[in-house]
């Protein structure tokens, strides 16, 4: 099946500094790449939609000036938690979407994002 | 407003046993659901997709049912393993035109399994 990679798998930060993560489509060419946030004992809460080459489209009450989403190519979209604060600790997810798998969106294996 | 209940919320279960998760959901039309296992730290994995007309799917131990009419599916795991334990997550996608599709998730059922 399609694989999905992100990088890293974990990070610590300081509390002001940015992060960026990034997710990779190994095998297929991701047209779409969605990226969630998900609390302990929470499901994925949608944060945003990307299409390759377009900017993307932010859920209502996420701050795209705060996660930075780029969407440059069909295998890799970068998100950029800028400025993190202790809040903004949280897994985060993406999934990519594409070409041959159509509808079907594969999860990458997270992130975890710990700020102090 | 779109959603998709999950029960139980928790469950522990001695290995060898079976066990079946339920979902509810709300999406209306939809175009599939799904139910994927999600280990701790880790990125959701599909275990079985069912389209409106399918009511039931396997996949190794795993047999997911479907019933469009009350809007019901369930899981069930025979004879359970100890890698098993994880969150067991049911997803809609709802039917829309365009190639963004959003998924709703269920809050997933915590599976314990003990020696």
């Known amino acids: 099946g399609a694989v999905v990679s992100q990088h890293p798998s974990w990070v610590i930060c300081k509390s002001g500094t940015s992060v960026k993560i990034e997710c990779r489509s190994l095998d297929f060419q991701a047209t779409t790449m969605f990226w969630y946030r998900q609390f302990p004992k929470q499901s994925l809460m949608l944060m945003a939609t990307s299409n390759e080459g377009s900017k993307a489209t932010y859920e209502q009450g996420v701050e795209k000036d705060k996660f930075l989403i780029n969407h440059a190519s069909l295998t890799l979209s970068t998100l950029t938690v800028t400025s993190a604060h202790p809040e903004d600790s949280s897994f985060y997810i993406c999934?990519?979407?594409?070409?041959?798998?159509?509808?079907?969106?594969?999860f990458g294996p997270g992130t975890r994002l710990l700020v102090l | 407003k779109n959603q998709v209940e999950q029960s139980p919320q928790s469950l522990i279960i001695l290995e060898g046993k079976n066990c079946t998760l339920q979902c509810n959901y709300t999406v209306s039309p939809f175009s599939n659901l799904r139910w994927y296992k999600q280990d701790t730290g880790r990125g959701p994995v599909s275990l079985t997709i069912?389209?409106?007309?399918?009511n039931t799917k396997s996949n190794g131990r795993y047999t997911a049912t479907l019933d469009a009419d009350t809007k019901q599916s369930s899981l069930h795991i025979t004879a359970s393993q100890l890698s098993d334990s994880a969150s067991y997550i049911c997803v809609v996608t709802p039917r829309g035109g365009g190639s963004n599709y959003k998924l709703t998730f269920g809050k997933g059922t915590l599976l314990t399994v003990n020696p």
């Open positions: 999934s990519a979407q594409g070409q041959p798998s159509g509808e079907t969106q594969y």
């Open positions: 069912m389209t409106f007309s399918e």
